[in-house]
C-alpha cells in the first residue's frame, strides 16, 4: 500500500487502480518522460550511420555508392536488348535534376496536405455548426412554446392553416 492514488478530475474521487507516478495516463512514452525524446534521437543517429557504413561495405568496389533503381533498372534493360522508344528532350545536370526532382516532391506534397487541412476544416466546421444548430433548434423551442402560451396561461388548440389567432 505505499503506492498513492491520484484523483480523476472528472470524477473528483480517487482512481486505486492508477499509480501516483503514471500522471498522464499514456505509460512508457508519457510526455513526462523528458529521457524518451534524446533516445529517439540517438536511435535514429545510430540507424542513419550504421546504414551508411553498411551500404560503404556492400559497395566498396563499384564507382558510385548509392544508386538509384531507375538508373539500375536501366542498365537491365539494355542488357537484355531493350531500346528507347524516345529520347528525352534534355538531360539537366545531376545537382538540377535532383533540385527539379525536389521542387517536384514539395509541389506535390503541398497539394496533398493543402487537400487534407481543406477536409478537415470542412469536417470542424460540420460539427460546429451541428453542435450550432443543436443549441439553436433549442432556443427556438423554447420561445416557440413560451409564445404558444396565452396571457391567462392556457395553451391555445390547433388553427387551421391560414386563420389568425386574434
Not at 538531360?91 to 487534407?116: D, K
Not at 453542435?131 to 387551421?160: E, K, L, N, R
Request: proline content about 7%; overall charge negative; charged content about 15%.
Amino acid at each position: 500500500m505505499s503506492e498513492a492514488t491520484i484523483t480523476n478530475p472528472g470524477a473528483g474521487a480517487p482512481n486505486p487502480t492508477t499509480p501516483a507516478s503514471d500522471t498522464s495516463g499514456h505509460g512508457l512514452f508519457a510526455a513526462d518522460r523528458k529521457w524518451v525524446t534524446p533516445v529517439l534521437v540517438v536511435a535514429l543517429v545510430v540507424i542513419f550511420v550504421g546504414s551508411l557504413i553498411i551500404g560503404g561495405i556492400r559497395t566498396a568496389g563499384q564507382d558510385e555508392t548509392f544508386v538509384g533503381t531507375d538508373s539500375a533498372a536501366t542498365e537491365a534493360a539494355e542488357e537484355a536488348g531493350a531500346k528507347p522508344w524516345f529520347q528525352p528532350l534534355f538531360e539537366p545536370a545531376g545537382e538540377v535534376e535532383s533540385g527539379l526532382f525536389a521542387i517536384q516532391a514539395a509541389i506535390g506534397s503541398g497539394i496533398i496536405f493543402y487537400c487534407l487541412g481543406r477536409m478537415s476544416g470542412k469536417k470542424a466546421a460540420r460539427k460546429q455548426d451541428a453542435a450550432i444548430g443543436v443549441t439553436a433548434a433549442a432556443a427556438d423551442a423554447s420561445t416557440s412554446s413560451a409564445a404558444a402560451i396565452s396571457p391567462d396561461g392556457s395553451t391555445p388548440g390547433p388553427t387551421a392553416p391560414g386563420s389568425r389567432n386574434a
